[in-house]
T-cell receptor
Framework: DTEVTQTPKHLVMGMTNKKSLKCEQHMGHRAMYWYKQKAKKPPELMFVYSYEKLSINESVPSRFSPECPNSSLLNLHLHALQPEDSALYLC??????????FGPGTRLTVT | SQQGEEDPQALSIQEGENATMNCSYKTSINNLQWYRQNSGRGLVHLILIRSNEREKHSGRLRVTLDTSKKSSSLLITASRAADTASYFCATGSGGSNYKLTFGKGTLLTVNP
């Protein structure tokens, strides 16, 4: 199984809401990533988890809070977001030979 | 900050023609990867070339890497309409904190 799944596919939230994005992989990969992608732009790295520990935080605002409950799951908790946070949020896992496998993304709209 | 810069930003060709995309980067790398993204979807890994490799093939794809010039190219031969997508190069660096830094991408349109 080389699939990375993400839920939900679409999310609309107000600026005072709290929501979570979920990502799951069953390839046994021990590194997982969150990216943010705006329209017509490349993905921008947000967080990296390696062996369930946060190893990279690319100076992401605290309104984004990642969590890695186990080696297969990655969450991104959202709170008090701004309209400029509207984007496609991509999760990826990394193989031992460095290829990254991406999920289909969550299209987030903040109103 | 973005590491890779793709050239051209957009490319439109006819089916059956070859498409060449170039990528330049600024710092040392462990490897360089190319990904494809269909509109609004997740990225698909195409090919990885290590810093000590100069050329790699996978099906209709050919990737070259010139570390002295800090550049790479992706050639897609005999293009098909289904190849229409955005193509990104991504430089990989770091050991235990390995991460990819993506270039701006090339939008390839293959006309039937």
């Amino acid at each position: 199984d080389t699939e990375v799944t993400q839920t939900p596919k679409h999310l609309v939230m107000g600026m005072t809401n709290k929501k979570s994005l979920k990502c799951e992989q069953h390839m046994g990969h021990r590194a997982m990533y969150w990216y943010k992608q705006k329209a017509k732009k490349p993905p921008e790295l947000m967080f990296v988890y390696s062996y369930e520990k946060l190893s990279i935080n690319e100076s992401v605002p605290s309104r984004f809070s990642p969590e890695c409950p186990n080696s297969s799951l990655l969450n991104l908790h959202l709170h008090a977001l701004q309209p400029e946070d509207s984007a496609l949020y991509l999760c990826a896992s990394r193989s031992a030979t460095y290829e990254q496998y991406f999920g289909p993304g969550t299209r987030l709209t903040v109103t | 900050s973005q590491q890779g810069e793709e050239d051209p930003q957009a490319l439109s060709i006819q089916e059956g023609e070859n498409a060449t995309m170039n990528c330049s980067y600024k710092t040392s790398i462990n490897n360089l990867q190319w990904y494809r993204q269909n509109s609004g979807r997740g990225l698909v890994h195409l090919i990885l070339i290590r810093s000590n490799e100069r050329e790699k093939h996978s099906g209709r794809l050919r990737v070259t890497l010139d570390t002295s010039k800090k550049s790479s190219s992706l050639l897609i031969t005999a293009s098909r309409a289904a190849d229409t997508a955005s193509y990104f190069c991504a430089t990989g660096s770091g050991g235990s904190n390995y991460k990819l830094t993506f270039g701006k991408g090339t939008l390839l349109t293959v006309n039937p």
